[in-house]
Nanobody, 119 residues
């Protein structure tokens, strides 16, 4: 089995910063893709940022230039550095990975961590 443990969420004032981390553990052979999603109350879950094993990154337009995704492949860890936070960034943030577990490729999710940005 694969487990994802997220940390780093909390309450911050607008303009502030937070750093989320997600550690993946289990019988993981390789992780081609690591991502962060978020879901605000009453809204659909949306993709925030993606990083591939090769280091390519992609961001949602709403966070481009403010958020940075990074990874420590050796430790199967992904981070999301969030700066210049806005109240509209308030959401539950979820870590997602696509990983090879032995010979099976699967999708795995963390439990979510709350980020609240006050105005």
């Amino acid at each position: 089995q694969v487990q994802l443990v997220e940390s780093g969420g909390g309450l911050v004032q607008a303009g502030g910063s937070l750093r989320l981390s997600c550690l993946a553990s289990g019988r993981i052979s390789s992780v081609p893709v690591m991502e962060w999603y978020r879901q605000a109350p009453g809204k659909q879950r949306e993709l925030v940022a993606t990083i591939t094993k090769a280091g390519s990154t992609k961001y949602a337009d709403s966070v481009q230039g403010r958020f940075t995704i990074s990874t420590d492949n050796a430790k199967n860890t992904v981070h999301l550095q969030m700066m210049s936070l806005k109240p509209e960034d308030t959401a539950v943030y979820y870590c997602h990975i696509r990983a090879w577990v032995t010979v099976n490729l699967g999708d795995y999710w963390g439990q979510g961590t709350q980020v609240t940005v006050s105005s």
